[in-house]
């Protein structure tokens, strides 16, 4: 049974073609004029054009795929083809549904039709001659004879085998194919077109619209009229079945349109012109804006067709109408035209802003909203970048309007543009992207706009007027964020505005700041931050503004100050105009414009700012503002009036300041200023009106009151400058004792102890008042505040005159100047206060560094009954302490001049006084005497004279008041017991004592200091110090002369030859008599001396004697002998502790920021310097009793060959060690020495290096910081260099240790500072010295035991980091030491101990290798060879290393595998080994990281020979790369060291062979896309250095990719798809790992292999899946241009899956699915690329019109994936699936994706496999919407969310 042929309105007259008329060729009506036009003319005839045939190239080849043989059943030739099919039910409905209802019907009825199932075959015939298609003539042929099939049946209106039919005709279409071939294809359409008829044509509109709408683009002149003619006959009576179309049909049509001569250009005007009418015009405009935004090849096109017919609009006119109400896809499609880079389309949208969006009409703010306008101003203001005079002119002309007077086009920009202008500009300068364009950054954009636009000035003066002040504080952030690059940009901008403009906008915002209530400030800083950003102000400024706002600004702050004090704007305006100050010239008050350089009147001296505020309120427009005509902007005038408005300032805010310190100083610095401008005054100073007593009265309290030393500095300067006539008239007399006191107080306030920082700072100033004050006040006032009745005062003015006397650099000044004040500290020797002469004493110690006492005192006196003593103990801290106590009160001062005689007789006596004393025994005594020394029981049967005045005097020293007595005897004992000790000390320092007394008088001592200490009691302790330095000096000249003594004896007595056999109890009665004579007196020492010493030095309470006790300890400490000699270690401990806390201590204060309060340090420079200088005296006597070390004693033997780089761990587990001393003969352990010098130098390096960071600054507190950070470096340097003459070894060991632990408090990281580098610099001659020793010292096979092994990787990579700061010509002079080192390590790498150093050296060498080749050194041949050959070998050994740590220890592996995070933090060795790490853990990890970052880089420079680079390249591989391979797991999980060897061995020329097995076989494991997808990114180098490496492997991959099925019939099918997915999935990831176009050479192998697998029936959806993903990588690893052929198939492909889905929906569950799925991944991406060649098809997919979103309510979808929402939501599954509660599948919460993200990226890039259709759901119904949304955003791809989406794809495995 046959249809009858539908019949067409179009085709009435002619069954072969559409009917044409001549008389249309020119016609052209407007849109306008179109509205009303329903449909096409019936009587229009076609527009004849002769066809003209041209020969085409022969092509080579034709891609000829093959298509699956099909059933004939189903004459609508939608079949399912590639696959299994599956069952399923579709959904009926309205609409598409219904004539889907009525396509199956027909179906069905053809099938029962004989003719028909004859008219199938025959067609499929046809279409199988496709197959031996060779050449175009071959197309022809194959042509015909499908055109004669089909006009055998011309009463069919279906066509069998469409879909086939279709896509070969496509194919027909190729560019590549002669226009012969193309003239036949058309003929096929148009038969085929005018059999089906319009309404075949609607429901088949997708399928036969593929192949024709790409076509014109690159049709031949000869077939495009033909094409036309299609259109014209078959595709407009479509009517509103176009309107889905209607933007791949505008596109179809747009190539006709490239030249406006073209002898095709009027037809296709006309037809776009009917289709306008069609579908409504703003509908047809809405496609022409999308088709603006997304198709840029297209723009020049579409606007030559907008440019005839977009009607001028007039202000106030509107456009909806004509565009319709989405205007805003209007103004993105002009902007996205505007920032075009073709100059013709930027020309053509200009023409149009002008004519038909003007910004007084259709682009108002009436008419449209703001963000647009602003995109549209954004986009439009971008083209004066191109400096092009055509496109400036006419953005000009849309910014001013069409009038050409000037005034007409400013205020049409003020109305209308200006502030859209201005937001445009000023949101992109401060919301800058991050991205570059070009030569101009993101972030310079609008700056270079705003530049360009200042050209114009009807746009730049108004443009300047508002955007100013926006446009410096966006470049103040952008600065601030770091963007040094947009600096030189600004510069420009600064230096192209007009001076007035920004000067009147930043004078108005600063007027109005200040005038505020509450003022902010931003005004201030933002005109602080010009002047500092903006240095090279221009001679207008400077001349000009400056001076008037200077002026202004005075006036305001006169008020502000006076008004408002506490304003927070008041100290940033101060320091503002001071600025502003120091800017102007000179010139400008000393030389005036005006003729009366006279003082103004009072009137008028109060209009500078009202003057300033007319100036600047001038309406200028188009002309310059004249210089204003006031004499207060310049001259002395502007001088006199700043004087005396900085003057009352300066009275207001110190009257009213209230703590705002900040404010005064300002205040200070402007006036001083000022008056430093005086001295260029010729002819004396300024005249100005001021109460001089009256403003000094005013700073006289807050000199006293105030709390921040630069007040203090501020008032003092000012004051003396004032006092200058030739800066001011009349001047301030300071020449008063009340003002002069007055100052000085000020200054002396700042040289106490806890003003360490401000001492240089005020003794200048002191010094300063002394050279302005005529009458030398000065000098009385320091001696009275020195002899002040307050002791406070007294000690504080003893200090402050130290500081003084210490920090004065003129000494002849000081001591011409200061005679009353010496006089003073010398009556204070003599002071009854004991605070006051301990005071003195200090000072003289200090500053004079000498001094002399004498005392005189009585014996009989001394024992006066009277005095009344019981003993006492005390304890402190656990310790006891004896003494005695007064119960009743004595005659003091009686005592202390008796104790003054007794020290005159010990003077003048001398020597002869205590040989007298000592040679008179009691009993020659008087009566009296013996009667009061027995009841006082200070003698005994023996005693001399010498015992009893000691005796006595140590009771007095013993001696304290009772708490009854103590305030009355207390001073008064203090000064006895002082007047007593010196006269013991005088005493005993003669050496007449006996060692009895000696010893009584060392226990009373060493206790009264330890009380003394605990008790607070500072003045005694001097003193006693003193007498415990005397006792322990003549103890040890007695033991030494004791010994002498005994030595001789022995010698005399023959001890040495006494026989064996004889009794020796003589013998050891005589030795025993000998120890007692020869052991010192002070052997048996207070055991409460450690502890007194500790306390001494640490007691923060002490630091006022803290110099005494540092001397003594220097003096004392080379006395220590025999069992003295502990105390050295914990005295050394508690040095270092006292210096570890000033280290700290500095370190805070550097790192305070600077602010108003004063900055504080708890010591001064002396007290480190103190510690310093004890410090090294400690150590150089604990390091100077040592026995040599046996290196060091035995230089002349050989050097142990098992002594390895660095090592000390060599006979760490052997049975022999080392001797170390013992404790034995008054000695201590060695390794309690070295401690105690590794401690020190610690300490020492931390403070050198806290004290070179400090940095300099224009603070009052800086100057005395940086004196003291100069003397504690300083000081500490010279103990580094001792300590580094004694013992340099151990100083570099030790450095080395202090860089690698770093220091936490002194937030210092860990190998993270280089100091210890600089330390060893300043201490080493030369690097020579240094690498000299340290070799010569590792060779060595006797290592330090304290140190132990775990210094040793400490050491090594020290050595390696000092290489590294090597210049090359160092590293040159220091290789021949080294590289012998290396050689004896190399020679002696089966020793266990030089294999614990191969690694390490193989890292210092690479380091000092890597210097040497930096310079020529390498030209010479014999160091080359020693390079090659020694570095060759450390490669090797390192490598077997690590590979034998890999095989033995399983843990390696697991660590390699997981990174450095799990390793433990200090490596294992194993016992076995001897105490090498060649089987640690971490071995492998540490030395295959190395080989990696820094060995295979080195091996071209450093070997030069390929055969050795491929030598170790293939050790590498087979002994570590091959083992890490070698895994057995589910997933190939290749450790990421391992590959990345791999990745930077492919780097290196001509090592192939060593790495491609190992990558090739990995590749091709069935394994490897199991691994996550982060193991893509590091296979991805490999993969492609293979392929480009052997380019047949690309081949044979493709060949293995569409290798046939196997006709075995005992083959596993599974298996066999399995593998070739791989294959495919191998080939998609190859194509992924390389770049843009990289394979473009395999590109048609790749689609020939594609296709033919998508024809063949018998492969599975799996396989199929694959080809989709392949497909994916392609679209984005090969230009669009060059796939043109693959879009036939791709097209036909996707169709006949989606329209296979809609006829029947799959089971959950099916493996149909996953198919789908691919299908639907690759339409999603191809919706994200929207390349130029898909959006003339996306058409069939999505709604790619306005109807995506604006859509009415009779609309009915079209495309596919909004028909299958439909059909999928309705569906029966979905519908159970709801039923049955199931939750919502994962895409419908997944694609809803990220609101603010900018970028397109795929929506179904998460999901890697569905179980339901309805899983798909939520993609299929937001498809559309989401693709016109990214394209109406103008989104960019994301191209990291595809790639990333493409890696989680191919790799199946989950990081």
Request: contains cysteine.
């Amino acid at each position: 049974m046959s249809l009858p042929k539908a019949s067409s309105p179009s085709r009435s007259s002619s069954p072969v073609g559409p009917p044409s008329s001549s008389a249309s060729l020119h016609h052209s009506p407007s849109i306008s004029s179109l509205k009303s036009l329903g449909g096409p003319s019936k009587l229009r005839e076609q527009l004849l054009v002769a066809p003209a045939r041209s020969t085409s190239p022969k092509i080579s080849e034709v891609e000829a795929e093959r298509e699956p043989k099909e059933n004939a059943d189903g004459g609508g030739g939608v079949v399912g083809g590639g696959g299994a099919g599956w069952t399923g039910k579709g959904a009926g409905g309205v609409g598409w549904k219904s004539r889907g209802s009525e396509k199956a019907a027909l179906a069905s009825l053809l099938a029962a039709d004989p003719k028909w199932k004859k008219f199938n075959l025959l067609v499929d015939k046809s279409l199988a001659s496709f197959d031996g298609v060779k050449e175009w003539a071959d197309f022809i042929s194959f042509l015909s004879k499908l055109l004669k099939t089909l006009q055998m049946y011309p009463t069919f209106t279906e066509i069998p085998k469409k879909l086939i039919v279709a896509k070969r005709l496509a194919q027909c279409l190729t560019p590549a194919l002669p226009s012969g071939v193309h003239q036949r294809a058309l003929d096929v359409y148009t038969h085929i077109l005018g059999v089906i008829g319009p309404e075949g044509l609607k429901r088949d509109l997708q399928i036969w619209s593929s192949g024709l709408f790409p076509f014109f683009q690159y049709a031949a002149t000869s077939v495009k009229p033909t094409l036309l003619n299609i259109y014209e006959a078959y595709y407009l009576p479509l009517q509103d079945a176009l309107r889905p179309v209607m933007k791949a049909l505008i596109l179809a049509l747009l190539p006709g349109l490239d030249e406006e001569t073209g002898e095709f250009f009027d037809k296709v005007v006309f037809l776009l012109d009917f289709v306008s009418s069609t579908v409504s015009p703003p509908f047809f405009l809405q496609n022409v804006w999308l088709i603006l935004i997304s198709t840029p090849s297209a723009r020049i096109l579409a606007l030559n067709y907008l440019s005839r017919r977009m009607p001028k609009l007039g202000e106030g006119e509107d456009i909806v109408p004509i565009v319709g109400p989405d205007i805003g896809l209007m103004i993105r499609a002009f902007a996205s035209s505007l920032e075009d880079d073709n100059l013709l389309v930027q020309r053509g949208i200009l023409d149009l802003l002008v004519t038909s969006l003007r910004l007084d009409g259709a682009a108002s703010a009436k008419h449209t909203r703001e963000v647009d306008r602003l995109i549209l101003m954004r986009s439009a203001s971008t083209v004066v970048l191109r400096r092009d005079l055509s496109l400036s002119r006419r953005l000009y002309t849309w910014l001013l309007g069409s009038d050409d007077n000037p005034d007409s086009q400013v205020a049409h920009l003020r109305t209308h543009g200006l502030d859209l202008l201005r937001k445009a500009l000023t949101d992109e300068m401060l919301h800058p992207p991050s991205t570059t364009s070009g030569e101009v950054t993101e972030a310079q954009r609008p700056y270079k706009i705003l530049i360009s636009l200042l050209d114009k000035w009807e746009i730049g003066y108004p443009l300047t007027d508002v955007i100013v002040e926006d446009a410096f504080r966006a470049l103040k952030l952008s600065l601030e964020r770091g963007d040094e690059d947009i600096l030189m940009t600004g510069n420009m901008l600064y230096e192209v505005m007009d001076p007035y403009l920004a000067w009147r906008r930043l004078f108005q915002s600063l007027r109005t700041d200040l005038e505020a209530k509450e003022p902010t400030g931003d005004s201030i800083s933002l005109i602080r931050w010009v002047l500092k950003t903006f240095k090279n102000q221009d001679e207008e400024v400077r001349h000009l503004h400056l001076p008037i706002v200077f002026a202004a600004l005075l006036e305001l702050l006169e008020t502000t100050a006076s008004t408002n004090p506490s304003s927070p704007s008041l100290q940033p305006a101060l320091s503002l105009a001071l600025e502003i100050l120091l800017l102007m010239p000179t010139s400008l008050f000393t030389s005036s414009h005006h003729p009366n350089p006279h003082p103004l009147d009072s009137e008028s001296s109060e209009q500078a700012l009202h003057h300033a505020s007319a100036f600047y309120s001038l309406d200028i427009d188009l002309s310059r503002p004249a210089e204003p005509d006031y004499p207060a902007f310049s001259g002395p005038v502007l001088f006199q009036r700043s004087i005396e408005g900085a003057l009352r300032i300066c009275s207001e805010v110190a009257k009213r300041s209230k703590g705002q310190e900040t404010s005064v100083v300002a205040a200070l610095k402007v006036l001083g200023g000022l008056l430093k401008l005086g001295e260029k005054f010729e002819g004396g100073g300024v005249v100005v009106e001021w109460d001089s007593e009256r403003w000094f009265d005013g700073f006289a309290g807050l000199l006293m009151k105030a709390k921040c030393f630069a007040v203090v500095e501020g008032i003092v300067q000012v004051a003396l400058s004032l006092t200058d006539p030739t800066k001011i008239r009349p001047s301030l007399d300071l020449d008063t004792r009340p003002k002069m006191t007055l100052l000085m107080n000020g200054a002396l306030r700042y040289m106490t102890s806890t003003t360490v920082l401000y001492h240089i700072p005020a003794v200048q100033l002191v010094w300063s008042l002394q050279h302005a004050d005529p009458s030398k006040h000065i000098d009385s006032i320091i001696a009275r505040d020195l002899l002040s009745l307050s002791i406070s005062e007294r000690l504080d003015s003893i200090y402050a005159f130290g500081v003084l006397w210490r920090h004065t650099e003129d000494s002849q000044a000081s001591t011409e100047y200061l005679d009353n004040p010496i006089f003073a500290i010398l009556d204070s020797l003599k002071d009854p206060n004991v605070t006051i002469r301990r005071a003195g004493e200090t000072w003289l110690r200090t500053n004079l560094r000498s001094h002399l006492r004498v005392l005189e005192p009585i014996l009989f006196v001394l024992l006066d009954p009277l005095i009344v003593r019981t003993p006492t103990t005390t304890t402190y801290n656990a310790r006891e302490s004896r003494g005695f106590r007064y119960e009743r009160p004595f005659d003091l001062a009686r005592a202390h001049y008796m104790l003054d005689c007794l020290a005159a007789v010990s003077r003048f006596g001398g020597h002869s006084f205590n040989r007298l004393l000592k040679a008179t025994p009691v009993s020659k005594l008087s009566d009296r005497i013996i009667q009061r020394a027995e009841k006082a029981n200070v003698t005994h049967t023996d005693a001399n004279c010498m015992d009893v005045l000691l005796e006595t005097l140590l009771r007095f020293i013993q001696s304290e008041p009772s708490p009854q007595l103590a305030a009355s005897l207390g001073s008064g004992n203090d000064h006895l017991q002082l007047n007593a000790l010196e006269t013991v000390q005088a005493i005993i320092s003669r050496g007449d004592v006996s060692s009895i007394g000696l010893k009584s008088a060392e226990s009373v001592v060493v206790a009264k200091l330890f009380s003394c200490i605990h008790e607070g009691k500072l003045d005694t302790q001097n003193q006693l110090l003193h007498v415990l330095h005397s006792i322990i000096t003549v103890s040890s000249a007695a033991s030494a002369a004791t010994r002498r003594k005994v030595s001789a004896a022995r010698t005399s007595r023959g001890i040495g030859h006494v026989s064996r056999f004889s009794t020796s109890s003589s013998t050891d009665s005589q030795g025993e008599e000998d120890r007692q004579a020869s052991e010192p007196i002070s052997d048996n020492v207070s055991p409460l001396l450690m502890q007194t010493l500790m306390d001494g030095i640490s007691s923060t309470a002490n630091r006022p004697v803290l110099q005494h006790w540092i001397d003594f300890i220097l003096m004392t400490i080379p006395q220590f002998q025999g069992h003295l000699r502990p105390l050295l270690l914990p005295l050394c401990d508690c040095v270092i502790q006292q210096l570890q806390n000033l280290t700290y201590g500095l370190h805070v204060a550097l790192k305070e920021p600077s602010s108003d309060q004063d900055l504080s340090l708890e010591s001064s420079e002396s007290i480190s310097v103190m510690f310093l200088s004890a410090l090294e005296r400690i150590v150089t006597l604990a390091l100077g009793h040592f026995p040599a070390r046996p290196q060091e004693t035995e230089r002349s033997g050989s050097v142990d060959p098992s002594g390895g780089l660095l090592g000390y761990v060599s006979n760490v587990f052997s049975m022999e060690e080392a001797p170390v001393s013992k404790p034995s003969d008054g000695l201590m352990p060695r390794s309690a020495g070295l401690k105690c010098f590794t401690d020190a130098v610690r300490v020492l390096q931390s403070l050198w290096t806290v004290s070179n960071s400090v940095s300099p600054s224009s603070s009052s507190s800086s100057s005395g910081l940086e004196f003291v950070c100069s003397r504690s470096s300083n000081r500490s340097q010279e103990v580094l260099e001792r300590l580094y003459r004694l013992q340099p070894i151990d100083v570099v060991q030790t450095l080395a240790e202090c860089w690698s632990a770093g220091d936490v408090s002194l937030e210092i990281a860990p190998q993270g500072s280089t100091s210890s580098f600089e330390v060893l610099d300043l201490l080493a001659p030369n690097a020579q010295s240094v690498v000299s020793m340290m070799c010569s010292n590792w060779s060595k096979s006797d290592r330090s035991p304290s140190r132990g092994p775990s210094s040793e990787p400490i050491l090594y990579s020290f050595t390696e980091i000092y290489f590294t700061r090597l210049e090359g010509p160092i590293a040159v002079q220091v290789w021949a030491t080294f590289i012998t080192l290396a050689k004896d390590v190399v020679a002696n790498n089966t020793n266990t101990i030089s294999k614990n150093q191969v690694f390490p050296t193989l890292r210092c060498l690479t380091a000092l290798a890597e210097k040497v080749a930096s310079t020529s050194a390498l030209e010479d041949k014999r160091l080359r060879r020693d390079l090659q050959d020694t570095y060759t070998k450390l490669v090797d050994t390192s490598i077997a290393l690590a590979s034998r740590s890999y095989e033995s220890t399983p843990l390696a592996r697991r660590w390699a595998s997981n990174g450095a995070s799990s390793r433990p933090e200090t490596p294992a060795l194993d016992e076995k080994s001897d105490g090498v790490e060649a089987y640690s853990p971490t071995l492998y990890t540490t030395i295959t990281s190395y080989i990696a970052r820094r060995v295979l880089s080195k091996l071209r420079p450093f070997l030069q020979d390929t055969d050795r680079i491929t030598s170790i390249c293939i050790t590498i591989s087979q002994q570590i790369v091959s083992p890490a391979l070698r895994s057995r797991t589910r997933s190939l999980d290749v450790e990421p060291l391992a590959l990345q060897v791999l990745v930077e061995m492919t780097k290196i020329p001509g090592t192939i062979k060593a790495w491609r097995g190992l990558v090739g076989d990995s590749f091709n494991d069935s394994r490897f896309f199991n691994g996550p997808p982060s193991s893509g990114e590091r296979w991805r180098p490999l993969i492609k250095a293979i392929m480009d490496g052997e380019k047949e492997r690309m081949a044979e991959l493709i060949i293995r990719a569409a290798s046939p099925p196997s006709a075995n019939i005992f083959t596993n099918r599974e298996s066999e798809m399995l593998l070739r997915s791989l294959n495919i999935r191998r080939l998609s990831f190859v194509l992924f790992s390389a770049g843009m176009n990289h394979f473009l050479i395999t590109l048609p192998s790749i689609q020939e292999k594609l296709v033919e697998i998508l024809r063949t029936t018998v492969v599975s959806p799996m396989v199929h899946s694959e080809v989709y993903l392949c497909l994916r990588v392609l679209v984005c690893r090969m230009a669009p241009r060059e796939l043109s052929n693959l879009w036939p198939i791709i097209l036909t492909e996707l169709l006949r899956v989606f329209e296979q889905l809609m006829e029947e929906i799959p089971p959950d569950g099916s493996d149909v699915l996953q198919l789908i799925l691919a299908a639907c991944k690759f339409l999603d991406l191809l919706l994200v690329l929207q390349s130029e060649d898909f959006q003339i098809h996306q058409w069939m997919f999505v709604t790619d019109t306005v109807d995506a979103v604006h859509s009415s309510d009779e609309w009915q979808p079209e495309s596919l994936m909004d028909r299958l929402a439909e059909l999928v939501s309705e569906s029966s599954h979905h519908s159970k699936a709801h039923a049955d509660g199931k939750k919502t599948p994962p895409a419908l919460v997944e694609l809803s994706g990220d609101p603010s993200s900018t970028l397109r990226r795929p929506l179904l890039s998460h999901l890697k496999r569905i179980e339901s259709i309805s899983e798909l759901g939520p993609f299929f119904s937001q498809a559309s919407m989401t693709s016109y949304e990214s394209l109406y955003s103008s989104a960019a791809v994301d191209w990291d969310a595809v790639d990333a989406g493409l890696e989680r794809e191919i790799f199946e495995g989950t990081d």
